[in-house]
């Protein structure tokens, strides 16, 4: 069994990406494209972190070093999660797919793959990867 400080980071991983998705979700209408950094990001988080709470140079270096710390932990755990949300998100997409109409799942595939290659880029950007 899990202890207990684990099941809290899932829990905690799961949640950020329940919301950053119903985010992207809420957002897809509008012209302005949501800017949600991702977890690996940490220049990013301490950069979100600073515009909201506007951090001193100390605290925003120490925010920084705490995500580095971490870093490894967060990124074991959704390697270990993330056949799993893929295979939930698989499941939810085809019960999706089947209340559409043949055109809404043409959209829907079209929808999807635009998604995948906008995540693919952002990856690549944070890795530096192309």
């Known amino acids: 069994m899990p202890d207990r400080s684990k099941l809290w980071a899932v829990a905690l991983l799961l949640a950020a990406l329940v919301v950053g998705g119903a985010a992207g979700w809420g957002a897809r209408g509008t012209n302005v494209r949501p800017c949600t950094p991702k977890f690996r990001d940490i220049g990013g988080m301490v950069a979100l972190l600073d515009k909201e709470l ?7 270096d120490s925010v920084r070093a705490i995500f580095q710390r971490h870093r490894a932990g967060m990124e074991a755990i959704w390697r270990s999660v993330h056949p799993r949300y893929d295979s939930l998100r698989a499941v939810l997409e085809a019960e999706i797919n089947a209340q559409l109409t043949p055109s809404q799942q043409r959209r829907h595939r079209e929808l999807q793959d635009r998604m995948a290659r906008e995540r693919r880029a952002a990856d690549s950007a944070l890795t530096g990867r192309n």
């Open 54 to 60: 506007d951090l001193s140079a100390t605290q925003q």
